[in-house]
């Protein structure tokens, strides 16, 4: 019999978006699933639509709590999970029909402690948007943890994130997700990787990430959006005996710094952070400019950044944030 393969998908306030997701999720090929959906205090009709698919689906449970934010929501997932593995789904997303399916075999094919797919991404306030927008692999590559951690770190192959992943149940035997932080998948998938023999990449477009106008990733910078630097700085220090993964390190720290500077407003109580940030960018620019693992938009930046300050909010914005 199949492994049991747990999805946690937390749900706030996503009534225009849950439906889709919920569907392809009961839609999935693999026959042995728990979906365990954590209500994080929703107040619209969210609640309905998942209650609605817990009765009719017994393979969907769902909890209630008060608010408490993305990373609490996982936790008590992953507390009630029964799986051997773990996928977790943001409840604004859809997948593919075949993806849980697909990662399983991917993780087993490859004895993989994580398997990896790519994401594909769908624009909400666009007209006429297909459906049917996966496509399948055309390469696997496995990776032994340094090279994962520096894939990770450069943004090359996979992105940190805990979307469009499986994962080993165990490895979270005593990792949990910060609560009250932004950017929480940083704080803690290296720490995932680090417990890895083995992590299977599959560039299998099978995760729809949904673009919408008041999500997390695209509302207006707050100070929350800081806790990036807190938490790519401990990555940083972390690393300082390993020359190979603190390099990497420090260039996911320099992407963090040039979107700080692309999105926070001109006001005076970001001045010192901005000013902060196109330090520490300067700093380390040969790592940046002689360093063929750093992606295109950030050498453009850096480029743009000691030559024509105001041109950096341009080219960083125009290149593709997931090139």
């Known amino acids: 019999m199949e492994k049991l393969v747990s999805i946690i998908l937390p749900v706030y306030n996503v009534e225009q978006y849950i439906k889709n997701c919920l569907e392809s999720i009961q839609q999935q090929t693999y026959p042995n699933l728990e979906v365990i959906i954590v209500n994080d205090g929703s107040t619209d009709k969210s609640v309905e639509y998942c209650e609605q698919i817990c009765k009719i689906d017994s393979r969907f449970s769902i909890t209630h709590k008060e608010n408490g934010g993305l990373s609490d929501a996982r936790n008590v997932g992953i507390d009630k ?11 604004d997303d859809f997948v593919s029909q075949d993806m849980v399916s697909y990662l399983v075999s991917c993780m087993e094919n490859n004895e993989a402690d994580i398997a990896i797919c790519d994401p594909v991404h769908y624009y909400s306030d666009r007209q006429n948007n297909d459906l049917n927008i996966f496509s399948p692999a055309s390469s696997v590559k496995v990776y032994e943890t340094t090279e994962a951690l520096c894939e990770m770190f450069y943004q090359k192959s996979f992105l940190v994130s805990a979307w469009a992943k499986i994962f080993k149940r165990e490895l979270f035997d005593d990792i949990r997700f910060p609560v ?3 950017f929480e998948d940083s704080a803690i998938m290296y720490l995932l990787l680090e417990k890895c023999e ?13 673009h919408r106008d008041n999500s997390i990733t695209t509302k207006k910078f707050s100070d929350r959006d800081l806790d990036i630097l807190e938490i790519t700085n401990t990555i940083i220090n972390h690393y300082g005996d390993n020359l190979r993964v603190y390099t990497a390190a420090v260039s996911y720290k320099v992407s963090a710094c040039f979107r700080i500077l692309l999105n926070s407003p001109s006001e005076e109580k970001y001045k010192k952070v901005q000013k902060e940030c196109l330090s520490y960018i300067l700093q380390n620019w040969r790592n940046i ?3 063929n693992n750093v992606r295109l938009k950030n050498k453009l930046a850096l480029i743009s950044i000691t030559i024509f300050n105001p041109f950096v909010k341009l080219i960083y914005s125009k290149v593709n944030r997931w090139e």
Do not use: P
């Not at 999970?81 to 409840?91: C, T």
């Open 81 to 91: 999970a029964k799986g051997d593995y773990l996928i977790f789904v943001d409840s």
């Open 180 to 182: 009250g932080k932004l």
């Open 198 to 210: 083995t992590i299977a990449y599959s560039d299998a477009k099978l995760y729809a990430y949904v």
């Open 289 to 291: 400019l002689f360093n």
